[in-house]
């Protein structure tokens, strides 16, 4: 009977220790299979040498392209280069926030706002503020979440192939003089009672 | 073809010796232990040709191989042929098969292998006191008997063919004098009949080879800077003599780095991952080390633990006691329950050796 469906976990190393060695028996005898699996050990080391894919320089300048500036803008609503200054106000002469306010109507030109220590002349603060205050907090979440995770492991869960280390570890002391880890290659010995 | 033969013969012996010898007076000046130089030249020689005569001669025997740890025993008796050359067939009785399975062992070349065993015997000689101890006799042969000992306790002893030079015989004991293995010829043929070997029955399982991706020097180097626990040496004089990379095939990639002291042999696998301890049937949950380690019951000694970002397997000839010294020291820079302020520490730690780092880029 051939391995079938066993050949890719049998190259993957996932087949448990005994049917992975009645498989390595059957290959010794079965030359179909074995050429199944040297084709499936061909095909794995291949992509394992594969490259990340890079992707195509066209679709890169397409999505370049995007984030261009577009055609001229609008022209801005305000004090235009050229046209006549909008009339100064003294020091001290209130200038109304909002139109209808008390102070002699605004003489603010649209779409600009005045310098000084109105509410929005402290916009870019609080937004500087703010910023600094959104670093810090990332900055100290990243450190208490890295107090906390420090030395803890990440990653998917893992169990170690200790049946197959056990074999690997065979394998490479099986020429160290005086040491008798090769036989059995990963089975265990007949069990006595303990002394 | 002489020149071939002779430069064999060279490689087989008098270079191995030579290396022994300087590797010899190297290590002493590191290994903690006896000195080298109370070393039985008449023993150290019987050793390299055990090893040569180990790997090349041709026999058909029955071999029995015995160990105890903390749990009890186990015993194997293996029916042995090894052709020359090293190729070898292991016939045994394993649990769960209803008939004998036999594995086939492929040998390596002599001149592959001799680096490895000058380095081993190396170690063995630089860890322990090697002494000529008689003569004795062995499944019917006359045998010369070496004994290790370390700080004036006796931690092996070898009996060696003394016609061949074959190990027949040895016995490893724990530090407190207990023995912990014994493997003995019980008979042996060193001159079997042609064609006797290879065994008549064929289907010989394979025995998987080792890793094939050896990591270089400079690949273990960067493995560490990039935090993978890989030291140079373990607890009772064990010392790295090889590291491998996992099969890109697998899974989850591991690095299986080796360790000896020329008697006993440990594998510690380290991967990156979180490990599921629910995943290990057989093993059993103790808090060893201020952490929670999987404890394999039976032979060989398997311990896994999760160490910071890495899952670390032991794996090896040891005692509980001997396992759990190596669980402490690997976990050295990763303590098991982090306080607050440790983490702290470790943290800022991470962050100087990252802007290290890039600094220095």
């Known amino acids: 009977m051939h391995l079938g469906d066993r050949v890719t976990p049998l190259v993957d190393g996932q087949l448990p220790v005994d049917a992975a060695e009645r498989a390595y028996a059957h290959l010794a005898t079965c030359r179909q299979c074995r050429a199944r699996v040297e084709e499936e050990r061909l095909i794995k080391s291949r992509l394992a040498a594969l490259r990340d894919p890079v992707p195509d320089h066209a679709l890169l300048d397409r999505l370049g392209g995007l984030a261009a500036p577009g055609g001229p803008l609008a022209p801005r609503e305000g004090h235009v280069p050229g046209s006549p200054r909008p009339q100064t106000v003294p020091i001290g002469h209130r200038v109304p926030d909002r139109p209808g306010d008390a102070g002699g109507g605004s003489t603010r030109p649209p779409g600009r706002r005045p310098l000084g220590r109105g509410r929005g002349a402290r916009r870019p603060r609080v937004y500087v503020a703010a910023a600094m205050v959104g670093a810090l907090s990332?900055?100290?979440?990243?450190?208490?979440?890295?107090?906390?995770?420090?030395?803890?492991?990440?990653?998917?869960?893992?169990?170690?192939?200790?049946?197959?280390?056990?074999?690997?570890?065979?394998?490479?002391?099986?020429?160290?003089?005086?040491?008798d880890d090769s036989s059995g290659w990963g089975e265990t010995p007949v069990k006595e009672a303990g002394r | 073809v002489r020149l071939a033969l002779a430069r064999t013969a060279l490689v087989g012996t008098a270079l191995p010796l030579l290396l022994l010898l300087g590797l010899v007076g190297a290590s002493a000046t590191v290994v903690p232990g006896d000195g080298t130089a109370d070393d039985d030249s008449q023993a150290l020689e019987a050793l390299v040709r055990a090893v040569r005569a180990s790997g090349e001669l041709a026999?058909?025997?029955?071999?029995?191989?015995?160990?105890?740890?903390?749990?009890?025993?186990?015993?194997?008796?293996?029916?042995?042929?090894?052709?020359?050359?090293?190729?070898?067939?292991?016939?045994?009785?394993?649990?769960g098969r209803p008939s004998q399975v036999t594995s086939m062992h492929a040998?390596?070349?002599?001149?592959?292998?001799?680096?490895?065993?000058?380095?081993?015997?190396?170690?063995l000689a630089s860890s322990y006191r090697l002494a000529f101890g008689g003569q004795a006799r062995v499944a019917g042969r006359q045998a010369d008997v070496v004994v290790a000992s370390n700080q004036g306790?006796?931690?092996?002893?070898?009996?060696?063919?003394?016609?061949t030079g074959l190990p027949l015989r040895h016995e490893v004991l724990d530090a407190s004098g207990r023995l912990r293995r014994i493997a003995t010829f019980i008979d042996i043929?060193?001159?079997?009949?042609?064609?006797?070997?290879?065994?008549?029955?064929?289907?010989?399982?394979?025995?998987?080879?080792?890793?094939?991706?050896v990591v270089s020097d400079a690949e273990l180097d960067g493995m560490r800077d990039h935090g993978w626990t890989c030291p140079d040496?373990?607890?009772?004089?064990?010392?790295?003599?090889?590291?491998?990379?996992?099969?890109?095939?697998?899974?989850?990639?591991?690095?299986h780095l080796t360790y000896t002291d020329g008697l006993s042999a440990v594998s510690v696998f380290l991967q990156r991952g979180r490990l599921d301890g629910g995943g290990l049937p057989g093993f059993a949950a103790v808090h060893w080390v201020d952490r929670t380690v999987y404890l394999a019951r039976d032979w060989p000694m398997r311990v896994v633990w999760q160490d910071g970002p890495e899952v670390v397997t032991?794996?090896?000839?040891?005692?509980?006691?001997?396992?759990?010294?190596?669980?402490?020291?690997?976990?050295?820079?990763?303590?098991?329950?982090?306080?607050?302020?440790?983490?702290i520490a470790l943290q800022l730690r991470g962050m100087f050796a990252w802007l290290h780092r890039d600094s220095s880029r």
């Open chain 1, 138 to 179: 990332l900055l100290g979440a990243g450190v208490v979440a890295g107090v906390a995770t420090a030395g803890t492991p990440s990653g998917p869960a893992l169990v170690p192939p200790v049946d197959s280390f056990v074999v690997e570890h065979q394998a490479t002391t099986a020429n160290f003089p005086f040491i």
């Open chain 2, 59 to 95: 026999y058909h025997g029955t071999q029995v191989i015995s160990t105890w740890g903390a749990e009890g025993g186990t015993t194997q008796m293996l029916e042995v042929w090894q052709a020359t050359g090293g190729q070898r067939w292991e016939r045994a009785q394993v649990p």
């Open chain 2, 107 to 123: 040998g390596q070349d002599a001149a592959v292998l001799a680096p490895q065993y000058t380095q081993i015997l190396g170690l």
């Open chain 2, 153 to 163: 306790r006796e931690r092996a002893r070898v009996w060696l063919d003394t016609a």
């Open chain 2, 189 to 213: 043929d060193l001159d079997p009949a042609p064609g006797s070997i290879p065994p008549d029955r064929p289907e010989a399982v394979l025995a998987p080879p080792a890793w094939p991706h």
């Open chain 2, 233 to 255: 040496r373990l607890a009772g004089g064990l010392q790295l003599v090889d590291a491998r990379f996992a099969p890109q095939t697998s899974s989850t990639p591991a690095l």
């Open chain 2, 314 to 343: 032991l794996v090896g000839d040891m005692t509980s006691d001997e396992a759990r010294g190596l669980v402490a020291q690997l976990s050295a820079g990763q303590p098991g329950d982090l306080g607050a302020m440790a983490r």
